[in-house]
């Protein structure tokens, strides 16, 4: 059921930059029982997650897109509304890396491999359904008229927040070539 319409272009544009620094993640957390904590990796990965994933990202969805969704939704115009459940997994995320954060801060693999698996196994499961449900029905349900209001305070954000995009861009560029195996 994907979509490649506008929103969910960019929105999915930006859930590959997410997994990207994910799969990084993955293979540091792989090598954490052999070797000490890379303390300014997982300090770089948890603030990409806090500012790209979370107050960039998932900021458009939540203060945007599915309030735009959860209308049609009050209107009867959709079958089932999916976005609460997306709401409970942003929470869950946000409390793997506060977990990963403590595991960090007392220099505790067990709580920082905990916290990250627990942060890749939620993120990769949760864009799946983004990428392949919510974002289609969504596109599917809302008017023109929304959509181009949705792309506009999109692209108004992306203009705003320019220069912190491009260090996290670049970040994941960096990641990408260091994970390289």
Do not use: W
């Amino acid at each position: 059921m994907k979509n490649n319409s506008e929103i969910s272009k960019i929105l999915s544009g930006e859930h590959e930059n997410i997994l990207k620094v994910v799969d990084a993640l993955e293979s540091e957390i792989g090598k954490l029982n052999n070797k000490n904590i890379n303390a300014l990796f997982f300090r770089k990965v948890i603030d990409f997650i806090r500012n790209y994933a979370d107050k960039f990202h998932h900021a458009k969805e939540e203060d945007i897109l599915f309030k735009e969704f959860n209308k049609c939704a009050e209107e009867g115009r959709v079958h089932c509304n999916p976005v609460e459940q997306m709401l409970v997994e942003h929470d869950e995320g946000r409390r793997c890396v506060k977990m990963m954060e403590l595991g960090l801060d007392e220099n505790n693999k067990e709580e920082l491999i905990k916290g990250s698996g627990g942060y890749i196994n939620l993120i990769r499961e949760h864009i799946l359904k983004e990428d392949n449900i919510l974002y289609p029905m969504i596109e599917e349900t809302l008017g023109d008229k929304t959509k181009k209001s949705i792309i506009a305070q999109f692209n108004k954000i992306n203009n705003l927040k320019k220069r912190e995009i491009e260090r996290f861009e670049k970040f994941v560029k960096e990641i990408k070539q260091s994970n390289k195996p």
